[in-house]
């Protein structure tokens, strides 16, 4: 495996030109599975865990790495599998989801593939709604399946979703009625966070599951003679989407002389490696880490404040 992950950060020439490397990995069958490189920060042989009482049984122990601990969870116990054996002759990808290091437990680790986000694509409508799957490609006549990282990670440790009290203004719904926030993730669990926040702020969503989807609703918003000044709070837009990521999505929005003027988030669990100087380039006007409901609500609340001609400033300090 020396070498398979040399260079990572170098990698971000493939940004905002609607690509991605996908690492590529089995759990123990001929199934490819893939992972996309700006999550990975290291592939290793498995180290020795420790167990740790009152784990989640999808966890197998912790590892002691660089310093730092970090949790080794089965990826096929994760999608409702049976646990990997022989854990010692297993490999371990340590990634950054969410602002934290974790590390997912695999068979083995195949080879890094330069892919075009055109050639990704939504689960199949037949995979029903309980499968851990958040995209699907080819790769030499191959199915690869994409897993639902995040799924994972809210199933074995959930995240606090509740916004704290004293970060929404009171009545800041009342201020754009008429108005709703487009959410765009092609994560269920993703959406659903963000939705959940957005709407007990007692403001509407509208959900898009990429950005090739969230580009053709603007320009329905268009052909129907709407306008999407007045019908859009603002935009939360994930970076990492089949048929068309979010950087390209914003590019193709900051192009569309109708459109260019959007308030566009880009919130996404790309941390360690992601380079914010691509949020400047395709014009974005903010970026937030997932997922922290006191942020992404403070996020919104400004917003509004903002549309509506209102002074962010405490009283005294305008």
């Known amino acids: 495996m ?3 992950m040399d260079s990572v950060n170098q990698r971000t020439q493939l940004v905002g030109q609607n690509r991605l490397e996908l690492l590529l990995f089995r759990l123990g069958s001929q199934q490819l599975y893939g992972i996309n490189v700006f999550k990975v920060k290291e592939v290793l042989q498995c180290p020795p865990l420790n167990a740790i009482p009152g784990r989640n049984s999808v966890v197998r122990g912790v590892a002691h790495i660089r310093g730092g601990t970090i949790p080794i969870m089965d990826m ?5 599998r049976r646990e990997l054996p022989d ?4 490999f371990v990808i340590i990634t950054e989801y969410n ?14 593939v330069n892919m075009n986000w055109g050639d990704i694509h939504p689960p199949p409508k037949g995979a029903g709604k309980e499968h851990y799957l958040t995209a699907v490609t080819q790769v030499d006549g191959q199915l690869v399946e994409i897993i639902d990282v995040e799924k994972i990670l809210a199933e074995v440790s959930p995240m606090k979703e509740e916004v704290s009290a004293g970060v929404i203004e009171d009545g800041i719904a009342d201020k754009v009625v008429q108005k709703h926030v487009l959410i765009v993730d092609d994560s269920t669990i993703a959406r659903k966070q963000i939705q959940r926040v957005v709407e007990g702020m ?6 898009k599951k990429d950005g090739a989807e969230a580009l053709s609703y603007l320009k329905d918003l268009l052909a129907a003679g709407k306008d999407p000044y007045a019908e859009l709070v603002m935009i939360i837009c994930d970076i990492e989407m089949p048929e068309m990521d979010g950087y390209t999505f914003t590019a193709e929005v900051r192009n569309h002389p109708d459109l260019k003027k959007l308030h566009i988030v880009l919130h996404t669990s790309l941390s360690g490696v992601f380079n914010e100087a691509m949020v400047r380039k395709v014009g974005a006007d903010d970026f937030l880490a997932k997922f922290h409901p006191d942020e992404l609500a403070r996020r919104v609340n400004d917003r509004v404040l903002a549309i509506t001609g209102e002074s962010l400033l405490p009283p005294g300090e305008e």
């Open 99 to 112: 602002r934290t290091a974790q590390g997912f437990l695999v068979r083995s680790v195949e080879r890094i």
């Open 76 to 80: 096929n116990l994760a999608i409702g």
């Open 202 to 207: 007692g403001i509407r969503t509208t959900i």
């Open 2 to 4: 020396a070498g398979v």
């Open 87 to 90: 854990i010692d002759n297993c």
